[in-house]
C-alpha cells in the first residue's frame, strides 16, 4: 500500500512539471516589448499592473515562473502562459467568467435582498469574478438561512448559464417547504419541580395558539443555548448549587417536519447561606459593604443576588474613583451540611481621575450648554453615578435623540480616563397644533411655535395659539434655563386667554383674560427644585343673567363684571426621571399652591400634589409600568369665595380617558358642569414598544384611569370616581407627536358625556 501511495505521488508530480514546462522553458533574454492576448473584460493595463517584469529587464525560467504565480494569484484568470517571440513576451491568459445577474426564484420567507446580502457574505455577488468553489459556499449559506428560521427541509439548486462577453448568469431556485416545528421538549431528571414548570421558564416551545406570531415553536440553536442558560439561573437562584446540565439531544424526523428535544439534567441539594465574609484592600467600610449585600447567612443561596453584591460593591467602588476595581465571591461549600460560605476579595485597584472631557456630535448645542448639565468634572477623581447622572441631565434637557458616554483609559497611564461624550442633536424647534373633535365642541384647532434651544444656547421661546371654541389663547414665553450659573431659571410669560362655554357641558360663562409674570426655577440639590411665580391678570367676565346659575350672578354682584388679579404660584417637586419625554424609572413628587393675594380683588387658594412613578424590569427591559396620583383641593380666604372659574375639572386628555373633557364632577338642575373644589384622578399604565418596530420614539400603551370632582358640602365616596379602561399610541414621528387613545369606561353614570377616541397631532420643522 505505501509503494503503491508513492508511485501516484511521483506521477503526479510529473504530470505537474509536464504541464508547467511551456510556460516557464524560457530562454533567458532582454524583453523588448511585452504582447497581452486573450482578454476580454479586463484591461491589457490590468495584466501589466500584476506583472513583475518590465520591458529593459531579463527574463529567465524563474522571473517566469514568479509572472505566472502573480497574474494566478489576482483570481481573474484561469489560465496564464508565458511564450517567447524573439525578444518579444507574449502573456496568454484564459479570464475567469464574471457574474452578470443573480436571480433567486422561490423566496418568500427572505426578500431577495436579504438573500443576496448573504451572498454577498459568501464573495458571490454581481460584477464579481464567478468561482464554483465560491458558489457551494454561497449555496450552504442560503440553506444556513433559511435553517435559522426553521425550514430545515429548504433545497437551493442553482443553474450557471453562460453569456457573451465571458460572463455568466447565475439563477437559485429554492423550494422552501414547510417551517419544521418542534414536537415535543422532554426533560428528564428534574425531581423538585415539575416538567411543566420548568417548561413554562424557557422560551421554546411546542405549536400553541399565539406560535404564529412568537415562532417560538421553531428550533434554533441559539435560543436553545439560551434557554439552558434560563433553565441554569432558574436552579441556581433557588439554592441549587450543583445543578447541572448533563446532555442535550435534538433529533429531526426523516421527512424534516419535526424536532424532538431531550434535556437530561442533574438537579443536585438545596444550599443555605453561610458567612458572609470580606477581604482584601476595604477602603469601603465593612459595614457599608454589608449593607450592598442582599442576602444573610440561613437565607436560600441565589447566584442573583451574589452576581447583584458584586455589582453593587463594584460600583460604590467606582463612585470614589476605582474605575477599575475587582470583586470576587468565592464559595466555601460544606457539602455535608449543604451550606455556602462566601468571601468577597476586594481589590480596589488604582483610584482613577479623569483627564479631559470630550464633547462631540454638537452641531449647533454650544458646549457650555452640555458641560453645565455634566456632573464628572475634569481633574476630578472618576464617579460612575457622577457619570450616569450626567447623562440622564443631558437626555432630561430634551435636546438629543441620544447620549452616549465612554471612559477610555488613557494610554500609557494607568490611573486617568477620559470622558468622550457623543451627542445626537433632534430638532428643537417645533410647530404643534391640536384637533379635537366631540358632540359639545365639534372640531377644536390649536397650534404653537417653540423653539427650546435657540441658537444652541439652550434657552426657550415659544408662542402658543389656541382657537378652540372653547380656549382661545393668545402667549408668548421665554425661558432662561441657567440665568444664573448655578442653575436658576428665570422665565417670562405674556398671555391673553378667553374662555367660553358655551359649546361644554359646563355652564356657560365667558372670561376675558390678560396677563404677565415671571417665573423662577431654583435647585436646592440635585433632584429637588423649588418653582416661585408670580402674574398679574385682569380679568372681564360676562354672562347670561337670565339663564347663568345663582353661583355666577352672586360673584358679579360681589366683585363685578372685571376683576384684578395677583397670582402667586410655589412648588417643590423631587424629580428622579431618566427622561422627561419618554421616562422609564425614577419618580416626580410635586406640592403646589396658588395663591390669589392682595391687593388683587380676589382671594383664594389652590392646593394640588402630584406623584409620578416609573418601574422597569432587568428581566422585561421593553415594559415599562407608570403609576401616576393627583389631588387637589382649593377655595377662598379673606371672607371671599372661590372664583368659580378657578374650579378644578376632570375628564379628557391628562386625567380620565374616555370621558369628554371637563365633564365630570357637579352639575346643576340643567345638567350644567359646575367643577368643584376638589379632585382626585390616577392612572395606571404598562407602555411598551411597538412589536416589530426598534424605533423606540413609538410607544403603545394600555392604561387603566380613575378620577373625579367634587362641589363644596359633597362628601368624597369612592362611589363618585369615574374609571375606564383602553389603550394608546403615541408616536414622536418625523411630523410631530401623534397621541391616540381609545378609553372604554367601566363605571360611569347614565348622563356622563363618553368620548372614546382621542387624539393629538403636531409638526417637527
Known amino acids: 500500500m505505501k509503494r503503491h501511495r508513492t508511485l501516484g505521488l511521483r506521477l503526479a508530480i510529473a504530470c505537474a512539471v509536464v504541464i508547467a514546462l511551456p510556460a516557464l522553458a524560457i530562454e533567458p533574454f532582454v524583453i523588448r516589448d511585452i504582447r497581452v492576448e486573450g482578454v476580454q473584460r479586463t484591461e491589457a493595463g490590468t495584466v501589466f499592473s500584476y506583472l513583475p517584469v518590465k520591458v529593459g529587464e ?129 426533560i428528564i431528571g428534574a425531581k423538585d419541580f415539575t416538567e411543566r414548570q420548568l417548561l413554562r421558564q424557557i422560551k421554546l416551545t411546542t405549536p400553541g395558539w399565539f406560535t404564529w406570531f412568537t415562532k417560538d415553536d421553531q428550533y434554533s440553536k441559539q435560543q436553545l443555548t439560551a434557554d439552558l442558560e434560563t433553565l441554569r439561573s432558574y436552579y441556581l437562584n433557588r439554592g441549587y448549587l450543583e445543578f447541572n446540565i448533563d446532555s442535550t439531544q435534538v433529533s429531526i424526523t426523516p421527512d424534516r417536519q419535526k424536532i424532538f428535544i431531550t434535556i437530561a439534567l442533574t438537579e443536585g441539594p438545596v444550599y443555605k447561606m453561610g458567612d458572609i465574609k470580606f477581604s482584601g484592600n476595604l477602603i469601603v467600610p465593612e459595614e457599608e459593604l454589608r449593607r450592598l449585600v442582599l442576602v444573610h447567612p440561613g437565607d436560600v443561596f441565589s447566584r442573583e443576588k451574589i452576581v447583584d453584591a458584586t455589582k453593587h460593591i463594584t460600583d460604590r467602588l467606582g463612585n470614589d474613583g476605582y474605575s477599575f476595581a475587582n470583586v470576587n465571591p468565592v464559595p466555601d461549600l460544606d457539602r455535608a451540611k449543604r451550606i455556602a460560605a462566601f468571601t468577597f476579595f476586594i481589590d480596589p485597584g488604582r483610584r482613577v481621575y479623569v483627564r479631559h472631557v470630550n464633547i462631540s456630535g454638537n452641531q449647533k448645542t454650544k458646549d457650555e450648554v452640555i458641560r453645565r448639565e455634566l456632573r464628572q468634572l475634569e481633574s476630578s477623581w472618576y464617579s460612575l453615578a457622577k457619570i450616569a447622572r450626567s447623562k440622564e441631565r443631558l437626555q432630561r434637557t430634551g435636546y438629543f435623540s441620544d447620549v452616549t458616554i465612554e471612559t477610555p483609559a488613557v494610554p500609557g497611564t494607568s490611573d486617568q480616563v477620559d470622558v468622550n461624550v457623543t451627542v445626537t442633536e433632534r430638532n428643537t424647534g417645533s410647530l404643534n397644533f391640536g384637533i379635537g373633535y366631540s358632540a359639545a365642541e365639534k372640531v377644536t384647532l390649536q397650534a404653537s411655535v417653540s423653539q427650546s434651544n435657540v441658537l444652541g444656547t439652550g434657552n426657550l421661546i415659544a408662542f402658543q395659539v389656541d382657537n378652540g371654541s372653547v380656549n382661545k389663547v393668545y402667549s408668548f414665553s421665554y425661558m432662561n434655563p441657567y440665568w444664573t450659573a448655578d442653575g436658576i431659571s428665570r422665565g417670562f410669560d405674556l398671555f391673553r386667554r378667553d374662555v367660553d362655554t358655551s359649546t361644554l357641558s359646563i355652564a356657560a360663562y365667558h372670561t376675558y383674560t390678560d396677563g404677565a409674570g415671571v417665573r423662577f426655577g431654583i435647585p436646592i440639590s440635585e433632584f429637588d427644585t423649588v418653582n416661585l411665580g408670580f402674574t398679574a391678570e385682569r380679568t372681564r367676565l360676562t354672562i347670561d343673567p337670565a339663564g347663568s346659575p345663582p353661583r355666577y350672578t352672586d360673584f358679579i354682584s360681589e366683585f363685578g363684571e372685571q376683576t384684578n388679579t395677583f397670582r402667586t404660584n410655589f412648588s417643590l417637586a423631587h424629580d428622579t426621571r431618566d427622561s422627561l419625554t419618554w421616562p422609564t424609572y425614577g419618580s416626580l413628587n410635586e406640592a403646589g399652591l396658588e395663591l390669589g393675594v392682595p391687593p388683587g380683588d380676589l382671594t383664594y387658594y389652590r392646593a394640588t400634589y402630584q406623584s409620578q412613578w416609573f418601574f422597569t424590569w432587568d428581566r422585561l427591559p421593553w415594559l415599562t409600568l407608570m403609576l401616576n396620583g393627583e389631588v387637589g383641593y382649593a377655595d377662598g380666604y379673606r371672607g371671599h369665595p372661590l372664583p368659580f372659574f378657578k374650579n378644578f375639572y376632570a375628564g379628557g386628555t391628562g386625567s380620565v380617558r374616555g370621558f369628554q373633557t371637563a365633564s365630570l364632577g357637579p352639575r346643576d338642575i340643567n345638567g350644567d358642569i359646575l367643577g368643584g373644589d376638589r379632585r382626585f384622578v390616577g392612572n395606571i399604565e404598562f407602555l411598551f414598544p411597538l412589536p416589530g418596530y426598534k424605533d423606540k420614539n413609538v410607544r403603545l400603551s394600555l392604561f387603566a384611569d380613575a378620577g373625579n370632582v367634587w362641589g363644596p358640602g359633597d362628601k368624597l365616596s369612592a362611589a363618585d370616581v369615574r374609571v375606564t379602561t383602553g389603550t394608546a399610541v403615541t408616536w414622536d414621528s418625523p411630523v410631530g407627536p401623534l397621541r391616540f387613545s381609545f378609553g372604554f369606561p367601566i363605571r360611569s353614570k347614565p348622563d356622563d358625556k363618553i368620548e372614546r377616541f382621542q387624539f393629538q397631532l403636531g409638526r417637527i420643522f
Do not use: C, H, M, W
Not at 76 to 102: K, N, T
Not at 108 to 113: I, S
Not at 144 to 156: D, E, I, L, N, P
Open 58 to 186: 531579463k527574463i529567465d525560467d524563474g522571473k517566469a515562473a514568479a509572472a505566472v504565480k502573480a497574474l494566478y494569484a489576482t483570481g481573474f484568470y484561469s489560465d496564464v502562459r508565458l511564450e517567447a517571440d524573439g525578444d518579444v513576451l507574449i502573456v496568454s491568459v484564459q479570464e475567469r467568467p464574471a457574474i452578470a445577474s443573480i436571480d433567486i426564484v422561490g423566496a418568500k420567507e427572505f426578500t431577495k435582498d436579504n438573500l443576496k446580502d448573504g451572498l454577498k457574505q459568501s464573495g458571490i455577488s454581481e460584477s464579481k469574478i464567478y468561482d464554483k468553489s465560491l458558489l457551494d459556499r454561497a449555496e450552504k449559506e442560503l440553506k444556513r438561512q433559511y435553517t435559522s428560521r426553521g425550514y430545515y427541509g429548504a433545497k437551493v439548486s442553482t443553474t450557471v448559464t453562460p453569456l457573451e462577453r465571458n460572463r455568466v448568469a447565475l439563477r437559485f431556485d429554492i423550494e422552501e417547504g414547510a417551517v419544521t416545528k418542534i414536537a415535543d421538549i422532554n
